[in-house]
């Protein structure tokens, strides 16, 4: 018989696209079952859409549905709220009028987190309520909690990851099947795979916001995107895949945090990165992502996973409405998260990487001479240098790598090594 004394629990979905209906969806389904497993009816009460007559893989009654995201925040019944919409205006909005209430946000918009963490977290602390955002980052791999809980004891020196299935998928094609990065963006967008703002995916900008929420999470500090090193893979060619291949590399959008253990100061880039073969990450492909986490205590652990998608990020959401229906029916937070920290940032005069750099000049005579005097007069140290020619046949491509240096130093040299008169275009350069 079931137990009718069991806590009710009231969930209220704002946005009910393709994430939406996977959680609206896989909640009816597992309803029996979670109810057993955590002592509590979940209820779907309500969702805010845009549009109440399109067609949708999920069936809710008229009175379920609305297209006023302020019902679901305002309704006094629903406990929960689910942001899905994404944006940073409206969903801003209807987020702190629900966490000023006293109730619990689940929300996968990393934009928001990144853009209005502080802001956010402030009026939940002030109003009672909570935010869980399991499904922000890195979709169906559950990092947050990672992060949150299991690595609590840890000190972390290094977080890198691949957080953009988009660009890994895109990478890897472009490495198995030797097709340019266009021809493969088409596939990526005829498959749904691209944001309709592609900026967001392309330049690299999704991976920012992504790594900002891992780096509060455990530093402390929210990192804005403008005071990251962020570049995207529009420029990444076959000519650097090949290249990098026969170097034992391949070419991944990576996301990294980094902390001095000196100075405790921390770090934050998103770039194309040469990424060792005998490393796991270089090993993830397709629309997968994977986070390496080094910790002082645990050392380093992988967690690879599906990163994006209906089922992936729906799994994610519903953790978390798992963990707040525990909390509320428990009466406590069980969920702690870091407190404010002003921890300083690192600058590019202290980031050291070797680099991988790739020109196309004229080819002459001297040309070569010409940039490693440069490189000298910046104080980088080149370790190789390949050379083989172009398509026109009057140009050549020069393939250096270089020692460990600086960040700084490589930029400056950058900016001077696109003037000399052997240079058909500008640099790009890889740590």
């Known amino acids: 018989m079931p137990n009718s004394n069991k806590t009710k629990i009231h969930i209220g979905l704002i946005g009910l696209g393709v994430v939406g209906q996977g959680v609206w969806k896989h909640l009816q389904k597992h309803k029996t079952d979670l109810g057993r497993r955590l002592g509590v009816d979940l209820i779907l009460k309500k969702?805010?859409?845009?549009?109440?007559?399109?067609?949708?893989?999920?069936?809710?009654?008229?009175?379920?549905?609305?297209?006023?995201?302020?019902?679901?925040?305002?309704?006094?019944?629903?406990?929960?709220?689910?942001?899905?919409?994404g944006g940073t205006t409206v969903a801003?909005?209807?987020?702190?009028?629900?966490?000023?209430?006293?109730?619990?946000?689940?929300?996968?918009?990393?934009a928001l987190l990144c853009d209005h963490g502080p802001e956010l977290f402030a009026a939940a602390r002030a109003g009672g309520g909570q935010i869980f955002f399991e499904a922000s980052v890195a979709g169906g791999i559950p990092i947050i909690k990672v992060l949150r809980e299991g690595l609590v004891a840890n000190r972390f020196s290094t977080i890198c990851g691949i957080l953009n299935g988009t660009c890994n998928y895109i990478l890897t094609r472009m490495e198995r099947e030797g097709q340019g990065f266009e021809a493969i963006v088409g596939d990526a967008r005829k498959l749904g795979y691209v944001e309709a703002d592609e900026s967001l995916d392309l330049d690299g900008w999704d991976t920012a916001h992504k790594t900002a929420i891992l780096a509060w999470l455990a530093h402390g500090r929210w990192i804005a995107t403008k005071d990251m090193a962020v570049e995207g893979i529009r420029d990444v060619t076959l000519h650097d895949i090949e290249w990098a291949g026969k170097l034992g590399f391949k070419i991944k959008l990576l996301a990294v945090v980094q902390r001095d253990s000196a100075s405790g100061r921390i770090f934050a880039s998103v770039q194309p990165t040469l990424v060792p073969r005998s490393f796991v990450l270089a090993n993830v492909d397709e629309v997968f992502n994977g986070v390496s986490i080094t910790g002082d205590v645990v050392g380093t652990t992988v967690y690879i996973g599906r990163g994006a998608g209906q089922d992936a990020t729906a799994s994610s959401v519903i953790s978390d409405i798992v963990d707040a229906a525990l909390d509320l029916r428990n009466g406590g937070c069980q969920s702690p998260l870091p407190t404010d920290n002003p921890v300083d940032l690192l600058t590019l005069d202290e980031i050291r990487n070797c680099y991988y750099v790739r020109l196309e000049v004229k080819d002459k005579p001297g040309v070569l001479a010409e940039v490693a005097t440069l490189f000298a007069q910046k104080d980088i140290s080149i370790e190789s240098v390949l050379q083989?020619?172009?398509?026109?046949?009057?140009?050549?491509?020069?393939i250096l790598t270089t020692h460990i240096t600086t960040g700084k130093r490589m930029a400056d040299a950058l900016q001077e090594i696109a003037r000399p008169s052997g240079a058909r275009q500008n640099p790009s350069a890889y740590p």
């Not at 006293?102 to 918009?109: D, I, L, S, W």
């Not at 083989?388 to 020069?398: E, G, V």
């Open 47 to 85: 969702a805010a859409v845009k549009d109440p007559a399109r067609e949708r893989s999920v069936k809710l009654s008229d009175a379920q549905i609305t297209t006023d995201p302020m019902a679901v925040a305002k309704d006094p019944e629903i406990q929960i709220v689910c942001e899905l919409m």
């Open 92 to 110: 801003k909005e209807a987020v702190l009028v629900a966490l000023q209430s006293g109730k619990t946000v689940v929300t996968a918009n990393k």
């Open 388 to 398: 083989t020619p172009a398509c026109d046949k009057r140009s050549a491509h020069l």
